[in-house]
């Protein structure tokens, strides 16, 4: 099975949904943050393994504890992903904190403080 073929991307779909529902309602540790989403799912054409994108709403200290929470509960994790999905291999899970939502919100500050200042800097040139 090739990466992008559309079953690979089924699979994908599939055991990123899984893995949300799974982190949401099962796991009860209070390590990890309610405000925890899987933005993507990743696995490898063998099913032998998944890389979890996780994004966590809060700051550094919250992302950290929530990676450890789902370290330790990975076992747990994968027993009801097989549980839950029919597939031929369960995946050994590797999270990943994905910062791509926190670049992009910093880079849209950038935007508009440079925009504000290019907007100060126009009407002081219209006032002289």
Known sequence: MRKNSIKNTRINSEVQRELANIIR???KDPRIHPLTSVVTA???PDLKTCKAYISV????EAQKKTLEGLNSAV???RRQLARNLN???TPE???IMDQSIEY???MSRLIDENHVEES???EDDQDE
């Open 75 to 77: 076992g747990y994790i």
């Open 42 to 44: 990743e696995v490898a």
């Open 93 to 95: 899970i590797r999270f």
């Open 87 to 89: 597939l031929r291999n």
């Open 57 to 60: 709403l809060g700051d550094q």
């Open 25 to 27: 309602g099962e796991i």
């Open 104 to 106: 992009g919100v910093h």
């Open 120 to 122: 100060g800097r126009d």
